[in-house]
């Protein structure tokens, strides 16, 4: 069940906002806790005893950790915490990453292992990430055991955001979760959000999704150098609003049943570099691996070596989490070796310079980031880079990227100008808040695209999340 389809639309979020405001406050996390299993059930059946046992494992581990503490056990609070991530990353290992390992681990002569062929259980990097934290917190005594085991059920299969994210990190909703408090103005500003994100979803990423489709399904030999380019471009732009879409959509749920989530994205595509590039898109992954990860690895205190090599760690990283292909590992190391450029030496520069130079740069990295984390098959990527890069058979131009970029001129133009803040400011500008004025107006904005979307998922049966599969 995805966000933006008519079962979840005119079914299930109904049924469960009613439930919810029906039922007495102390049975509102039972309710979240129960529907959300309900909700993950639907696609993922048989996977809904690995998110209730990684709840168990993490539940039960807060409340032994917490024991040691009062005992003064400082061994046994360090065997707990290892334990949880050993069980937890294990478990993501087994089901994302055995049959990556087996195929290198099958080059070795004489050595042939089956493959598990396990199938991906969706959502599996974001709650597993999510579970970690709160071990990893209350370790660090940044948050408090919980022991209410209905509350973190709650946290862990929290539906809004439960199968692409943002990721919650345990500390930062860690009041909400019991002492939250839903209002009427709280609920309107969810609803406002949701819609932005169903628009951005449906009306814009589904549309470019298209364009990207028609592009990548071309014979690579049969690519203009134009045709390429328009291709990454158009990739480029629905990703960004089908991930941020999500999330928008997850934190307007997240407003209709009480909670604050942090934000996700902020406008990446206006970055001046690639460090801010990456402190603007998908911030709850690299926020949690810089507290998680970065930091314990000793981030930048150790010297410049240390931290050179703690970037690259990060980023392999990184690349890996979005899924075990090799297109993913080497568009994580290309970051990885960008960024550390950019602290020895670029960022300087990119400082001095006008920022149009700078903002192309970064959008030139970007685009090319995105052809290589697009294309799974090695050959057929490499095929594409060297297109976009002027050594393509096909030539510079032809007439099937005329023909798109007639097609879907509208769109694109949309998508680039609804990637940027000028829309933000504009209605700042002209639609104060509180006002009367832009009252009406954002209730002519929802129940346009609203309708215009609900109208479009009636007559489309293309309807993917991209990081559905991460």
């Known amino acids: 069940m995805v966000f933006s389809s008519l079962l979840f639309l005119i079914r299930f979020l109904p049924v469960i906002l009613l439930i919810y405001y029906v039922a007495p406050r102390k049975y509102r996390n039972f309710i979240l806790f129960v529907g959300s299993i309900i909700f993950y059930a639907w696609g993922e059946p048989v996977y809904v005893l690995l998110i209730l046992f990684s709840t168990v494992i993490d539940y039960t581990a807060g409340r032994v950790i917490g024991r040691c503490r009062e005992r003064g056990n400082v061994l046994g609070t360090k065997l707990v915490v290892l334990c949880s991530v050993v069980v937890n990353v294990g478990a993501l290992g087994v089901f994302k990453y055995a049959d990556f390992f087996i195929t290198l681990i099958n080059h070795i002569p004489f050595v042939s292992i089956e493959p598990l062929n396990l199938a991906l259980p969706i959502g599996i990097s974001f709650y597993t990430f999510q579970t970690m934290s709160y071990t990893i917190d209350v370790y660090r005594k940044e948050a408090d055991v919980q022991k209410n085991f209905i509350s973190f059920g709650a946290y862990v299969a929290l539906f809004p955001q439960l199968i692409a994210g943002p990721i919650l990190r345990y500390k930062t909703v860690a009041k909400q979760l019991d002492f939250r408090k839903e209002s009427i103005d709280l609920f309107k500003q969810g609803v406002l959000r949701f819609t932005v994100g169903l628009g951005k979803k449906v009306l814009i990423a589904n549309q470019l999704g298209a364009l ?259």
């Not at 460090?275 to 981030?299: A, C, D, M, N, Q």
């Not at 700078?358 to 052809?371: E, H, Q």
Request: aromatic fraction near 20%; charge should be positive; charged fraction near 15%.
């Open 212 to 470: 990207w489709n028609e592009i990548a399904t071309t014979e690579i030999a049969s690519l203009a150098f134009s045709q390429a380019w328009l291709g990454a471009i158009a990739f480029s732009l629905q990703i960004y609003f089908d991930f941020s879409g999500y999330s928008d959509m997850a934190i307007g749920l997240g407003k209709m049943f009480g909670f604050e989530f942090l934000e996700n994205f902020d406008y990446p595509y206006e970055s001046k570099s690639i460090t801010e590039f990456w402190r603007r898109w998908h911030i709850s992954l690299g926020t949690w691996f810089k507290e998680y990860v970065y930091y314990p690895l000793g981030g930048n205190r150790k010297g410049t070596k240390r931290q050179m090599l703690n970037i690259g760690i990060v980023w392999a990283l990184t690349g890996l989490w979005h899924g075990a292909e090799w297109c993913f590992v080497l568009w994580g190391i290309y970051y990885g070796v960008l960024l550390v450029i950019e602290k020895l030496c670029l960022r300087k520069i990119l400082q001095k310079i006008p920022q149009v130079f700078s903002r192309i740069y970064t959008m030139f990295i970007v685009v090319v980031g995105w052809s290589i984390f697009s294309w799974p098959d090695m050959a057929d990527g490499a095929g594409y880079l060297k297109t976009m890069f002027g050594f393509g058979q096909a030539g510079w131009n032809n007439h099937q990227t005329m023909y798109a970029l007639l097609n879907y001129r509208t769109i694109l133009f949309v998508a680039v100008v609804g990637c940027t803040s000028w829309l933000k400011k504009l209605a700042n500008r002209y639609l104060p808040e509180n006002t009367y004025r832009r009252e009406v107006f954002g209730m002519l904005f929802i129940t346009l695209i609203f309708g215009t979307s609900m109208a479009c998922l009636v007559n489309s049966s293309y309807n993917p999340f991209l990081y559905f599969r991460f």
